[in-house]
């Protein structure tokens, strides 16, 4: 894992400094709300339904041991007792008093945390593959790249005020697990002539206006990598509409534009760019790719696990995904047990969970965009334990990747901008979902909601998406089928007139008894819906 | 009735005004007739509020109800986890926000 | 309270500036102000005589103004480069570093927090124009030089 030097810790440490100046002139009433809005957003503090709510970042899904023990302490002391992963693969507290705020930035600081840019109109946190540096077909870790993009954006002196958010992902392996072309500007990382580079993607997103984003260049070197982001970055910066903040996102200029005309322009100002000496040496990725080196693992491992006990077997074969290393496994622990609020953790699950890495997986832990979490190097011989105490804590559910395993945003239970409450729902349809036969029998089945437009419950993307809306003071749930987030990336369509929330988990279930009906072997749902189309499940909607 | 309601600077918790002070509870809210937007500028320039506004709300045998579900939402907590919400102890309390 | 801000040796330019469209349309000006939506680019074959470029920011939230100085920068401009309108004091080291030397904000800054802003961060991740080197440069002294 990356870990600070002395000019990194510097920063994050000065940043603490300066909310504590920001927070205390606001106190003092020396800063009026609309002047302290922007400042507080920079930092990822908003003002939400209930209270301030803070998003911690957490630099593409990785996290330390000591890292995961201070969310759960800052669950502990600071808020109710929990806290909430959500599909950007980072943290947010939701009960948070803003004279505690600065405290806390100072407390994460302490571990190399902070909430830098975590809102606001800036570069995001970078987000990446779950299984980075663990699986087995990667072309290289995607890690030391998102490390250095999380440096180059952190302050970026020019793309502060872009006109809206800006996300980037970094994968490298042909299975997409982290929904790269839904984010503005996707890297995949490639081999060509045994050099590594980037496939560069640009445009993508959800909210309104969902788009998956068009290859923009084929390759992009890393002794590059910056100059050509800065490009790109600065063609947004100049052109993206501010008129409407509806149609501020990258991806409406590159639609709007042409991606010939966007890359044409992006080309134009690369030329330029890489002539300015924007690019770290490639001593300095060499150096954060040292903190990424393989750790050392046992050899001679056995293989073996003993699935005597049928509950354990169960959760291996569901939760347990293939490691690059021999006698290792990647732990998938799921956070939506079926009567729970998806991505939600208890302080005392988080410090399980810290303790766990610990004591079975060299330290580390990921975070993942469908709000679970994992243990990426774990023995195969200490599966078991592992499992009981998960099990103890409530937190061995085997449901990665079906129907239950939801993505939900939190809706309108936590959330201002929500027109309808998603995690409700969530809980109804993993209620009537919830036999673990049934579930195995129906597959893969990515089912995501949003309690609003804004899409931060990835509802394009969903295999089944759900969209709450508002309907005269009511809350209505629209229907999507056939969106994907994986490399097979698509948008959802709507079925129809939208539902009640009984309503629609009834549709649901229609929808899977059309799918049981017409598959072919071997076929996911998604299969099925792409072979056969909206009609067979549009009529057994609504008849 | 028009009422008035905010978080709390300092806390952030959600708060009702209440005639001559501000509550937790929303049941206290006082009907703040034509003059919630002054209160609300006053109020924020005391530091005592932010994110002021006004909203609909009718007066029932059960109380003050918000006209929108958001902000019954507000009044009562996170359906989802009713021991954090203003009623514990009340299992049924969501059903209030429908 | 300062009213204007500068980090140039001598005095300010005093002429007033006009829109880029008088400005190209004429011979004599030799002060420019640069609205939101307009090319910086335009003014490239007039940089030798240019000793004052204004860009404006109506909204703080508008950054365009950030790639507008850059590029003025970028391109060899070596005249004052002043940020005036809705400019913040949580803002100035980011405007510094895309090359703004002079700053007339609409609202007068508060001495005290422009001197903490500046002094907050000794480093920065990313070069630009303004010759600060970068950390990366600083962790390869050896590599890199200047």
């Not at chain 1, 347990?320 to 302080?347: E, F, M, Q, R, W």
């Not at chain 1, 994907?484 to 008894?513: R, Y």
Request: glycine share 8%; aromatic share 8%.
């Amino acid at each position: 894992m990356y870990r600070y030097d002395s000019y990194d810790q510097s920063i994050v440490d000065a940043r603490v400094d300066e909310f504590r100046d920001q927070v205390q002139r606001r106190l003092a009433g020396a800063l009026t709300e609309d002047q302290f809005k922007p400042l507080r957003l920079m930092n990822g503090l908003y003002l939400q339904l209930h209270a301030y709510m803070l998003r911690v970042a957490i630099p593409y899904g990785t996290l330390s041991a000591a890292q995961m023990r201070k969310l759960g302490e800052i669950a502990a002391k600071y808020d109710k007792g929990y806290g909430h992963f959500t599909t950007r693969q980072n943290l947010q507290y939701n009960w948070i008093k803003l004279a505690d705020a600065p405290d806390i930035l100072a407390e994460l600081a302490s571990v190399e945390m902070h909430a830098i840019q975590t809102s606001g109109n800036c570069i995001r946190n970078i987000s990446s593959d779950q299984y980075a540096g663990v699986s087995a077909d990667e072309v290289a870790d995607p890690r030391p790249w998102a490390e250095l993009l999380r440096q180059w954006s952190s302050f970026h002196p020019e793309f502060t005020y872009l006109p809206r958010k800006f996300k980037i992902c970094v994968i490298a392996t042909e299975d997409d697990r982290a929904a790269m072309r839904l984010h503005d500007i996707g890297l995949k990382l490639v081999e060509r002539d045994g050099v590594i580079g980037a496939e560069v993607y640009a445009g993508g997103g959800m909210g309104r206006t969902p788009m998956v984003a068009p290859l923009i260049r084929d390759f992009v070197g890393e002794d590059e990598i910056i100059s050509y982001l800065e490009a790109c970055l600065r063609v947004y910066n100049r052109y993206g509409r501010r008129d409407n903040k509806y149609k501020a996102r990258i991806k409406i200029l590159v639609h709007e534009i042409g991606v010939e005309e966007y890359k044409r322009q992006v080309e134009e100002e690369f030329a330029h760019m890489r002539t300015l000496g924007l690019n770290p040496p490639t001593e300095e990725l060499d150096r954060i790719r040292a903190f990424f080196a393989a750790p050392a693992y046992e050899t001679g491992l056995g293989e073996d696990i003993d699935r005597a006990d049928p509950a354990f077997a169960l959760w291996v074969d569901r939760q347990v995904a293939a490691h690059k290393a021999p006698g290792y496994a990647i732990v998938n622990i799921s956070l939506k047990p079926l009567t729970g609020i998806p991505g939600d953790a208890s302080a005392e699950q988080i410090e399980l969970v810290a303790g766990l890495a610990e004591q079975y997986s060299l330290d580390e832990i990921r975070v993942t965009h469908a709000q679970n979490l994992v243990l990426p190097h774990v023995k195969k011989a200490d599966l078991y334990a592992i499992w009981q105490k998960l099990d103890e804590a409530g937190l061995a559910e085997a449901n990665l990747d079906l129907i239950t395993d939801i993505i939900a945003c939190p809706g309108l239970d936590y959330c201002a901008l929500a027109n309808a409450r998603s995690i409700p729902l969530a809980q109804k349809i993993a209620q009537r979902f919830a036999d673990a036969e049934r579930q195995a029998e129906l597959g893969e089945l990515k089912l995501k909601i949003s309690g609003c437009i804004n899409a931060c419950g990835h509802h394009h993307a969903g295999h089944i998406g759900i969209l709450g809306v508002d309907r005269k003071g009511v809350e209505n749930f629209q229907l999507l089928l056939g969106g994907s987030g994986a490399e097979d990336a698509s948008l959802g369509q709507i079925t129809g007139p939208g539902f009640s929330e009984d309503g629609v988990v009834d549709a649901i279930e229609k929808v899977t008894d059309i799918y049981l009906a017409e598959r072919t072997d071997g076929e996911r749902f998604l299969d099925t819906y792409r072979r056969i189309g909206m009609k067979p499940f549009k009529e057994a909607i609504y008849g | 009735m028009k009422i008035l309601t905010g978080n709390d600077l300092v806390s952030g918790d959600v708060i009702w005004w209440a005639g001559e002070g501000w509550s937790r509870q929303v049941g206290d809210s006082a009907d703040v007739g034509e003059h919630g937007d002054d209160l609300a500028r006053a109020e924020e320039a005391a530091l005592r509020v932010v994110g002021a506004y006004v909203i609909d709300a009718t007066a029932t045998d059960e109380g003050v109800r918000p006209a929108h579900i958001k902000d019954r939402i507000r009044a009562l907590g996170p359906t989802v986890r009713p021991d954090l919400t203003l009623k514990p102890n009340d299992a049924d309390a969501g059903n209030w926000v429908i | 309270m300062v009213e204007f801000l500068s980090f140039r040796d001598g005095e300010a330019t005093q002429e007033p500036a006009v829109t880029v469209e008088a400005f190209t349309g004429q011979s004599n000006a030799t002060a420019v102000r640069i609205e939101p939506g307009e090319d910086a680019r335009e003014l490239l074959p007039f940089l030798d005589r240019l000793s004052l470029v204004e860009v404006n920011f109506p909204g703080f939230g508008d950054g365009r103004g950030y790639s507008a100085a850059r590029i003025l920068r970028e391109a060899g401009y070596a005249g004052e480069l002043r940020a005036v309108g809705d400019v913040l004091v949580d803002q100035i080291v980011a405007m510094r570093r895309c090359g703004f030397d002079s700053f007339h904000p609409a609202k007068p800054l508060d001495d005290a927090a422009v001197d903490r802003a500046l002094n907050r961060y000794d480093d920065v991740y990313q070069k630009t124009i303004d010759g600060r080197r970068p950390i990366w440069a600083k962790r390869h002294p050896e590599t890199i030089n200047g």
